[in-house]
């Protein structure tokens, strides 16, 4: 492959490999590897004789590599965190606030993303710059409101329960280190910070878009609708989540490359319409323009300013590359993007949108050409699963990692997504057009009512068939790295059988693999308490999860989500039984599980293993003679074996 034509597929890859290792380790060690690198470059030059053609490319590559080092060491803001380091004296302290996000939901904490601007005492301010996240019961906050807050900062850290999302990870992605609860008696509410024209100017178009969709649509085809064309999921029930997550339908609901992806062709159909009146390099000009204007009623999601970003480089591209080397152009526009902030490398909607596009660039035609179909529908439905087939494959190893699952039925998903949220993008923006024509504007809202109401029946269709979901896939790392090697050397070295057979039985071994780790999930046997405030606990046997709980009124939605992880890593039927008072045994398939009520706890026993030990959950000093005894999290200074702060207890059960 000639450096020259395709500089950004070598570029790209060295410059993200840069970033992982440039986070783990120093800087000053990845310029002593770039000085060895390039020594080692002139070497070949001289022993090998080799044209200097090879020598600049490889420079260039490692020195890419090095920058990702670099740009990533200036990026991260983990020593200005503060309750981290030299910053922890300011743990519990008074800050002054920006609101930057308000994440509205029906729960009773409402999540805040927070600038702060300094730190306050009685006769002191001192300036600290830093995004916080912050957790609040009080519902009248918004965006650029100022606040000063008293309250007690720590790390983002993880609960250490099973199958949970890695919070940490996600965040820190964002530079976002510290976390703090907030009473709403905690704050004083002082003035507004300043907000550009530009998003007063764009927060009264949504807020009209809002309006034109809230009049004409009802409640679940709202919350669908404003998801899908604004971006906005505040009004998704939980249940809808979930429909739309088991039947692999979930990305349709975050504005990303394919909403862009489509807004754009549509465009350029329309204008393709009237070649007279708009040439063709106009009408990608004119378009581009519309899809950023959307970008920015939207919000600038980073979703969707990637994906814009990558569809104008790309449109671009068509117009001026003789050759059309997507692939390079949709690396280039990745390449910026890490340039100026190299920790989207981190972020889940980056990979994805990215990964989804190289498996159809890369494999598409392959696999739209594996059968020739005459009837113009049938090929037409065809091309539309061949697209899915190669964004699926591209995605798949990082999509088990993160999420533990996959939609069995993800080609019918596909076809049926890519027809409805075309119909449901292009209905909702003839209908902000049109909406000020009152008979037009009612026929389009009918049509828009409908639409939606086939998609949420056609998604929750697709979930209820047996089998919609295979859940328990927890890759290690690894595997996922082995995996993407062999997408690699199957798009590469395309004329080498000896290569292309290796990587068909590594990928078979590595598929085997897989299943067995989702065999010893779905059949694994266990006790676990988790680390929560509320108590809870599972039994694991086979394809059955028994989850005991002390919950008068049923379970939280804090204590059903610690259910509903747990059972994406490790399957089984969930049963419910609440602890009353006195006693409760469980059979087990061998021995039996023994929990007895006390005022200050529960005392809990296996039989199987002859473990025993007491759950304290009040300060109170336990009055039997126990060396095992366990600690809720929100116990302090006691001594115990193990406090659930620190994660869940898990215990195997011997069958």
Known sequence: MNFYAKPFVYITPLLALGILLGDVFEVENGLTWLLMAVCLAIV???ILRKSIDYLLPFIAVLGFFYLGAITVDFARFDDRAIGNGDQNEYANSTMLLNVLEVNDSESL??????????IVGEDSYVSHREKVLVYTNSPSLRKNDQIIMRGSFKLITNKGNPGEFDSRHYWNSKNIYSIAFMDENQYLHIGYSNSYFFDNLRDIVSSKLDDILGSNLDESNLAVAK???LGDKSLLRPE????????GAMHVLAVSGLHVGIILELLLFLFGRIPK??????AVVIALIILWVYAA???????VV???IMFTLLAIGRIYSKGGNEINILLFSACLMLFYNPLLLYDIGFQLSYLAMIGILSLYRPIESAFYIRNKWVKKIWQGTSVGIAAQLFTLPVTLYYFHQFPNYFLLTNVGMMVFAGLVLSLGLILFSTSWISFIGKFMAGLLSFALTAMIFFVEWIEKLDGSVAYGFTLPWYFVLIAYLLLFISVVVKSRKIFLRGSFIIALGLLVAIQVIRYQNMSKAEFVIYNSNQLLMTVKQGDEILCLHNASNGLTDDLDFLVEAYAKVNPGKLKYVRLGRGETNIKLKAGSLNIVKFEHGYKISLTSSGRNFFLRTSTRSVPFDYSEIIDMPY?????????????????????
């Not at 904490?109 to 300094?118: D, G, K, P, Y």
């Open 306 to 308: 990637r994906a814009t």
């Open 277 to 282: 009146l708009i040439k063709k390099n106009m």
């Open 109 to 118: 904490w409402q999540r805040l993303v927070c600038e702060s601007i300094a």
């Open 297 to 303: 009623v939207v919000g600038f999601s980073p979703s």
């Open 240 to 247: 809808l989540k979930q429909s739309f997550s088991s039947a």
């Open 635 to 655: 116990i302090q200074n006691k001594k115990t074996l193990y406090n659930l702060k620190n994660g869940c207890y898990r215990i195997p059960l011997n069958e």
């Open 44 to 46: 070949i030059r001289v």
């Open 227 to 229: 998801a899908l064309i």
